[in-house]
Each structure stands twice: as C-alpha cells, then as structure tokens.
C-alpha cells in the first residue's frame, strides 16, 4: 500500500486521538491554573496540593502494596493455568476475566456486605461463638478490595506471558541439570519479568486512582487521592480536582515510564 | 570402543491410547555416533526424549551403563540434549546460555571461564561470548546449542534434528563440523533426522524407523545396499522394487525371466521383492539387453541423467551419464550383484514403482520438516 | 508443589467469585439487607422486569456500548491498516497517542474529556447542554478505540504481507484485496477488540460518571447513586441475569472456538469456512444490534414528540410508588401527557451548586435547601418565576411567605417552598445510653462512641453543627471562628466512622454505626426500619431549622413546564401523598389531611412551636466565606489525624521506604550487571 494511503486511513484516528486524549489533558492543565471565580491565570491550585501530599502518599502505599500481594497471589494461578491442556486453559482464562466485565461498584458493595461489623463474615463468626473481627474502614480493607478489583489485571498478562515461555526452554534447562525449583528460579521467572512488570502497572494504575473502593470498605482515615479528586471535582471546585488530577496523571506516567523500561518493551501492556 | 553405554528394552509408548512406539530394543555403544532415521512421526524424537529423560514410557525399560533410569529426571542424567531450533535462552547472551549447565553444577567460575572458552573455540563462535541470542544467525545459535550441551562434558550427547532449520550450504559444513566434534571429543551422540544423506554421511550406526517400529539397524552401506525391507530401500536413496519369485538359492525370476543373484536363504518359489538401484543398471543396445524397454520421460540432474523407463507397463528409475531420447527403446543389462532380494512385507507393493514420477521427487521428504508433535 | 498449586489457585477462584455469590443469594433474598438471609423470593426478578426505568437505564447502557464498539470497530480497523503502513517513527508516534487513555488512570481520562466538553461547549460555544449523550458516545468511543487497534494491529503484523501482493497479483483491486484478504485475516482480531471495547462501554462507569449529563444516563453511572443509598434488591436480580448472560457468552464463545480449532486440527480442507463463519457470526451480530438501536432510536423519537422536563432533586426525596405511596411522577406525567419527566438526583446543595455552576447540563427544577437559594439568587443563577403558573402557591402557609421568616427569598420570586425540616441527632437506643445526649451536639465527639460515629459529608451541616456546639452564629463570616470551627472538626475525625450523606441509611438501620447528624424527615424513614433508632435535637445548643424550595434555575429551556410542575407539587394533596414517602414536613398545612397519622403527629416531622423558635436557619454567606468553608472541610476531610490513622500510616511509609530501597537497589545492580558485560567485551 502507499505511504500516503496510509497516512490518509488513519488521519481521522489520529485527528480522533488528538482531539480527545491529547487537547483534554491541555484542558486540565489550563483548569489547574486558572481560578475557579474569576478563571484568571492562578498558581494557587498548584500551591494547595502541598495538603493533599499525605493522601497522595497513602494512595502510593497502599496501590504498592496491593500490586505486590496481587503478583504474590496472581503469579502461582497465572502459572497454573498456563499449565493446564488447551480446553482448561481456555476456561480458565474467562473464569479470571468473567468478573472484569460484572459492575466493579457492586462487587465492592458485597465485600462490605462480607466485611462489616455486622456483615456475613461475622454473623458467621457469631454463629460459631466466636468473637468478631474487626475487617471494614481499615486500610487493610482497602487494599483487600483493590487486590480483589485488580487481581484479573495481574493475573492475565502474567499467563500470557507464562503460556508463550517455549517449552524445550525448561527442557533444556533441565537437561542441563536444573531441579525443578532452579528452573523456575533461573529460566520461567526471568522470562516472565515482562508480564510481572505489565501486571504490576496495570494493577498500580487503576489502584492508585480509584475513588470508590475506600469510600466504601475504607474509613475517614482511609481516603485516597481519587475520592479527594471526585469530591472536588463533583462539588465545588473543579479546578483544584484538575490540579490534582494532573499530578496523578504525571505520577501515573512516571511509574509507567519506569515499568516499560525495565519491562522490555515491544510486548505492549494490553492483554485484557 | 564397543563398550556398551545405553540399552533401550521393549519400550512402548502411547499418547491417549495412540502408540507412538512399538517395542523398541536397542543398545548403544560408548563412543558411537549413531542416527536415528525416519519419516515424520516415526517415533524417533520420542525415542530420543526418552533418553533424555522428557517422557516417560508407558512400558519397558532405559537403561544406562546398565543401570535402569527410567524414573530419573532429566537434570540428573548424563546426557544433553541439543533441541530442534536450539531452545537456546533469550534472557542470557551467549557466554551465559554456554555457562548455564556448568552455573547449576555450581563449578567454581575460573574453571567455567576457561571451559565456555575452550567450548567456544572448538564451536568457533570466540568472540561471540556477549552477543544476544536474537543477534546471531541461525548456524551461529546451532553452535551455541551444541556448545551449551557439550561444556556439560556428557556422556551422550542427543541431537533432536539439529540442522533442520539451516539452509543446504550451511547444512553440510555443520555436518562436518559435528562429525569433527564427535570424533574430537569421543563422546556418544544419538542423532535424530529424516535426511537419508545426512544419515548416511554422519554415522557409524544407523536405525531405521517407521510408525514406531524400528526397521533396520545397521551400517551405513548395510542399509543402503542390504535393506531388509521395501520401506528401507525406497528411504534410503532410491529403488526400483518389483515382485518376483525367489526360485532356488542365487536365482531369482522376475519379468518373465530368471536372473542370478548373490542372495540365499529364501523358501523355494518364494514371492520376494527384488530391489534394483538406479545407478546399478546399465543401459545397452535393445538388442544387447536382458529387458527391453520405452524411454517415457529424461531429466538432467547434473552429474548424471533420471531416465524413466517403460518396462511392460511398470516404470524404472534409471540413472546413467548417457542421454537416452525420450521414445527410443532401449535395453538393460543387470549383474547379479545389481539384484537384491528381500522377503516381503507390509510394505510390499507400496513403494519402487515410478509411474507418478516427476523431477521434484527427491524433495518431497523435505516436507517433513515439522516433525511429530 | 502441583498440588498446593492447585489448592491455591482454587482458593484465588474462591476468593474472586465470592462476592458474586453474595450478589446473587442477596438477588432471592425476601429481607433488603444483603448480610442476612430472610427467605427465598423470585419477588425481586419479578419486579425487575416491571421497572421499567430500570430497564431503560440497561437499553441505555446497551445503546451507548453498541454504538461506541460499532464507530470503534470502523474507525479502529481502518486506522489500523493505516498505522501499519506508516513510517516507523511515525508509527511509534500515533501507537503512544494510542496508549494515552490505556495508561492514563479512569479518572483522569474522565475529568480531561468532561473538562474539554465543558470548556469547548459551554465556554467557547455558549450551549448549556454540552454533556449529552454525543459526548458521552465520544468518551466511550476514545477509550474503546485502542482496545481494537491493540487487537488489530498485531493481527496485520502476523499476516504474510506478500497475501495482499498476490491476491492483487490475481487481479484485486487494493480495495477488493483488503476485503477479501486483509479483512478475513485480521477478523479475529477485530472481534477480540470489539468485544473488549463493548464489555468496557458496558461496564464502565468511572469515565461515563464524570462525563455524564442529566438527559442521558446508563446503569453503572445510576447504580453509583444506589450504592450511595440503600440498594434495591432488584439491582441484585439484575446483576444475576447479567452474570448469567456473559458467563453464557463466554462459554459460548470458548466452545465455538474450540470446535473450530478442531476442524482445522482435523481436516485442513474446511479451515478457510472458519473465517466465513466468525465473518457470518459478526453480521448476524451486527444486524441484531443493528435491531436494537433501531428500537432505541425509535423509542427515542416517540419521546421527543413530548416536551422533557428535566428534575433535579434529592436523592430519595420523592414519593416513588414503593411501599404503597404514590408515585408522584407517574402521576403527574399521567396528568401531563405532554411532557416526559427525566429525573436525577444530587446528594448535596454544593454537588447542584457545582453542577449546576460548572455548566454543561439542562436543568429545569431544582430543589436547594434555604441558604443556597439565597447565594444563586446572589449569583444570578435563578429564574423569576410566574406565580400566574402556580395557583396552588395559595395554599403554601403564610409563614413561609413571610420576608422575616425567608430570609433566603423576602420578595418571593424565586422559590416555592417543598419541604421543611431540621436537622438532629439520630442514634441507636440500643448502643447509646441517653444520659449522653445530654452532651447535645458534643455526643458525636464522644471517645466512648469512637468508630461508630457518623458525620454529615457536607461543608455547610458540618460548620454548623460545630458552630452550635461553640456558641458560634452559624451564619458568622468570621475567619478566626471558622478556623476554631475546623480545628473542632479535625478533633471530632479520630472518633468519626465514616462521612456520609445517603450512606447514611444502611449504615444506620444495620447497626454499624450508632450516631449520626441528619435531617429529621431521613431519621424518620430510617426509624421506620430499624425501630431501635431516635432521633434528639439538642434544643440548648440551637439546631438547624431549614426550608428546601423549587426553583427554576437560568439554564432550564422548559420553563413553563417546570412551573406546571411546581404547581403540581403545591397541590396539598400531592404534597401530602409525597410527604408519607419522605417523611418531612409539608410547608402546606391542609397537606396534613392527607398524610398518614402518625407523620401528622409526629413531634420529629412536626417539632412543637416553641422548639421550633430554638432552631435557627442558614443565611446566604457570601461567595468567599462559602467557598472558604468548603475547601477548609476539605482539608478536615482529606487530611491526616495526629493519631487515628497515624501508625497505619508509618508502617506504610516504612513499607514505601523498603520498597523504594529495594527498587533503587534492583535497578543499580542491573546497571552494574550491564556494565560488567560492557567491561567484559
């Protein structure tokens, strides 16, 4: 095909892509520095982010810590799938993804209705004689419901990753005299790095921006950056939320940048 | 030499009730270069995976150095394996896929050092040591492959098809080039392919293989000039295989006529099939000749000419320097040393009649390529 | 190992369907409460498939996500052949514009494009109804596209390029070649990524959220204002079908595919059918969906033939036909065949002050509560309305007209009052001894009540609440005492549960938390389920007392409509039928006739005179005390207690620090490693 076929067929994606991705983020700049009465040019947005640096942090902390439980959790299920015959493979793959496509905001609500002081777990619990526990409005609630809303997106490209390692690698590895546990160490996880640094960035994405997990299995101490960017955003002041949201944004695209480089690359993230 | 190493007895392999091999008994012997040979899906990777130790039989036994090691691991036999497109590791550079085997073995790091290099001087790759696997070329990731298993000082070593990916030029000097290794390091190498030639050319055994049975085992020229069955004479090079009646000891009767023959040992008036290489025919005057026949079809092949030639309806391959026209009628003399005789088989009547004849039959092996799995 | 494998990932399986099993049981559950079992009902189905707002909510969602993947597909795989052809670098380029909404988080991709919209439309453009359902189709569309280009494009790079050559070679024109080569190849790859894009547009709700206007609204977005409150059950019947219809498709998929994958095992020969029928079942798909937005568009046509009349109100402040009231709609739609009434709710007088300041949506009746009618009276932001429209304004008490008792509205123009209240301490008999009420407002500040303390979750309440507990005005524009206001806020947040607004509901009625500030006509709703909560007003410290009104604000376009509709709600009769669904009290005395006794009666709904002479309402604060006071309960909100939270949070930074460390030091030894392996060549 000609170059300039080319270039004529994806012109309207391109024109597409630019006027909703790229100019939108322009946008949000321009709402970050303008004021919210008078829309002159303001650096006090800017300023105000100093008093959400601590949520900020703690958005940081706990996604961290539920990308890493998610890989500790997700990498033996992505293995074990990759494992099984064809027709397993295929089942379980949409078993892990089935529940990406059910409502995420409903799914969140059933944990606290498993969590709560007065919910499932303990009734159970009360049942048996035993004496409840104290799960919901802790930050390890929290990080429970972004582990369970983000596992699939860990578990997914890891298997994708997993499947593709040739076979005769591990057999030639054990033909030069690894024991099972060496040719883990030293062939299947070194070739699975790309997929465990795909999963970690799109597990930390969506956890480290999320604004309904927290407001519901999460307390007052628990809020993080995206509940303090809807509320501003959906109540007073929109242009404080585009202040916030831009440093999600620019720390969002450093961790990913990070990712990549180590990730290797070419493979691309996207395996839904 | 001939002291035996490994011994495969009454091994029987099935995939979901499919038997991919059939009782195979064989010994190898220490120092030996010996081939396994056959079609696509014959049942030879099987066998080597076997002895690599990847499968595991459903019955029968492997034994090594007499010891029996059917239920032992991979990475605790004294074998290496160089795999079909060398399954080489594309998270290390070259140095330290050659080094992986000797890194496990925990050997401390001068020693590895100075063997990667000594490994990488004998494959001629010196100075390759920190290229990436995807930056070498496909005969260069041949010679890592072999380095890798062979630093690993093996007993055996199995080659599973390992020049199968390369182009012709490139096939024959590594041809060379392991038959060198081999003979330099004596150590045992169990080779697998479907290329008759290379077969013949590489080994000092070679074992015919066919739906999981093995066929022949034998020399290189035993199995070309004495193939026991129709199978093996039309795998091996090419035949013209017709039927015939064994008479008596040194005489055989096909085409309506008795010839002599070199062969013995068969019942009187025995139905054999008699094979007739090629090369083996001389072509003389129609009026010299023991069979009259039609030329049908002449192609130059270089160093010589592939006639095709009518004889009573059934069609010879005949290879000679001469140049025949097509429509001339010609005669053929035949030694009795050109005659060989074998029993019958299932295989009779399957193979060595050129009547779908045409020049690109030399190539239709190279599909099998992408052996069994 | 295998089998502790095993073990384990059945126990990941467990923990991802556990929920979905709640959802599910909770679906044939007779009780509300999703944590107790009642009974066994298919009640719920059965009254899921007579809502039908419900179920055009989900034709919605359907319509947008049908739409959005069909543009995706098009443009997607058209842009896809393009970008294959580029010159790499380019190619680079527009594959990282590409990524843009893959990496950018949900909320960022939502806020920029509602941004973009507001600005470009509003702004730039002067249209009031700039979020509508064409730009909610553009969102989902922009984040559904890269879904089929990331599944087209590595379908062209697989495919033999020479295929193309030769099928031109055979006399194709590029454009015969493209469909009768290109298009069967990269087939699988469009179906993966239209699939993707669709179950995205269905199930996403964080970008539709933000993008989201009032005259078009799809389920996830409108399930976000139910979990916020309590939760039908229906909701729960629906989740089950829909987990049930996508389990089913996938298998189905899976199973088809499978097969396929066979035949082409098999027999070589019938693989080429394979494309054929994925090409056959993509058509069939198509014409369906085709079908269904023909039906949409359909129903759409027949409402637009009505006027629409767009209603803003408070979440669960109307009488919706549950629990044998009227429903108030319905009625008046029934009694106003001409006009179509869309309704949405808001859950704070800031959310509709924000909404409605930041632009971007058509509104023609809102329901703000006293102070807030003052300051968008203050900012222009309110029509005039025309009283000849409203007869029945007639029967609204004189109290309410009287300038000195509407201080938010003395000359009557603006606002027809809809209900009035107060605001009090509601709590659970069973958890709180009563002797601490005493406390008044302080009770919410009690270490004995810690973690089962709710607080209100908007700025003006919760100013107000602690200036009656300082001895403050709550009208005060005071800087110093707003300050001690929030620093009596920040010490009231280590005691504090959870800040909510309808949330408030469930929490309460099941007990999870025991105190909480409220309006009286939601304590009253509230008591009515859980019948060990009460309500106290602390009468020493003052309360407030408040008024909500309709009004019209500057952007409605059906005025007359909106004040047909406010006529309709002064009606006393409707008023009183409305108020035994919302339990408030009615500005209409006569409304009283019609209500049920016990509201009539009640000292909660109906406070005596004389407590009523100790509540004090909100005035209109100027623009800078508002927005100060906002953004100061912000900061209690979103900032960090001294204690509280704070060990949590150390061992989280000590968490950070580890990880952080870890990090700096895998990337410094790679680094030495590649130096090493440099030094060694």
Redesign the interface.
Known sequence: MKKNNAILLSTPYILWMLAFTLIPLGVVAYYAVTDPVTGAFTLDNLAQLRLYMPVLGRSVGYSIVSAIICLLLGYPVAYYIAHRGKVAQKMLYMLVMLPMCMSFLLRTLAWKGLLDDTGIINNFLGLLGLPTLRMVRTPGAVIMGMVYNYLPYMILPLYSTIVKI?R??I?????????PV?VFQ??TL??S?PGIFTGITMVFVPAVSTFYISQKLGSADTSLIGDVIERFFKGNNMNLGAALSLVLMVLVFVCTGIMNRFGDDEEGGVVV | MSKELIRLRDLVMEFDGERILDSINLYINDHEFLTLLGPSGCGKTTTLRLI???LKATSGEVLFDGQEIGDV????RQ???V???Y?????L?V?DNIA??LR??KVPKAEINERVHEMLGIVGLRGY??RRIDALSGGQQQRVAIA??LV?RPKVLLLDEPLGALDLRLRKDMQNELKRIQQALGITFVYVTHDQEEALSMSDTVVVMDKGRIQQIGKPEDIYNEPKNAFVADFIGESNILDGVMLEDYKVRFFGRTFQCVDKGFERNEPVDVVIRPEDIDIVPASEGHLVGTVTAITFKGLNYDIIVEFRGFKWLIQSTDHCAVGSTIGIRLNPEDIHIMHKSEYSGMFGDYSSYSAEYDELTEDAGDEEE | MKRTNRIFTVLIFIFLYIPMAVLVVASFNTGKNITVFEGFTLRQYAELFRDEDLLALLGNSLLIAVLSTLICVGLGTVAAVGIHNLKPRMRKAVMSLTNIPMTNPDIVTGISLSLLFVFVGSKMMGNDNSLNFGTLLIAHVTFGLPYVILNVMPKLHQMDSSLTDAAMDLGCTPMQSFFKVTLPEIMPGIVTGGIMAFTMSLDDFVISYFVIGFDFVTLPVEIYTYTRKAIPPKIYAMFTLLFLLIFGLMVAMNLMQLRSDRQKRSKRAVSDSKSKRIFKRVCAGLAALALVIGLGSFIGMTRQDKTVLNVYNWGMNIADGSDDTMDIIAEFERQNPDIDVRYSTYDSNEALYSKLKNGGVTVDVIIPSDYMIARMIDEGMLLELNFDNIPNYQYVDEIFKDPNTRTYDPENKYAVPYTWGTVGIIYNTKYVDEADLAQGWGILWDEKYADKILMIDNARDAFGIAQYLLGYSVNTTDHDELLACVEKLKEQKSVVQQYVMDQIYTTMENGEAWLAPYYAGDAMLMMDSNPDLAFYLPQDQGFNLFTDAMCIPSCAQEKEAAERFINFMTDPEISGANMDYICYASPISEAKNYMEEYLAESEVVYPPTEVQAKGTAFNFLPEEVSREMDQLFMEVRSTDTAEGGGTEDVIFLIVLGALAVAGVAFSVSSFVKKVK?KT??
């Open positions: 040739d005769r690698l057999e030639a590895a054990e033909d030069l005299g690894c024991t060496q030293k062939v070194p070739l790095m | 690599g130790g990847f691991p991979p990475y605790k074998v290496n394996t795999f079909q497109r399954a080489l590791f594309p998270h550079d140095f992986f085997g496990v073995a040591e920190n890798r298993a690993n | 392996r060694k060549k």
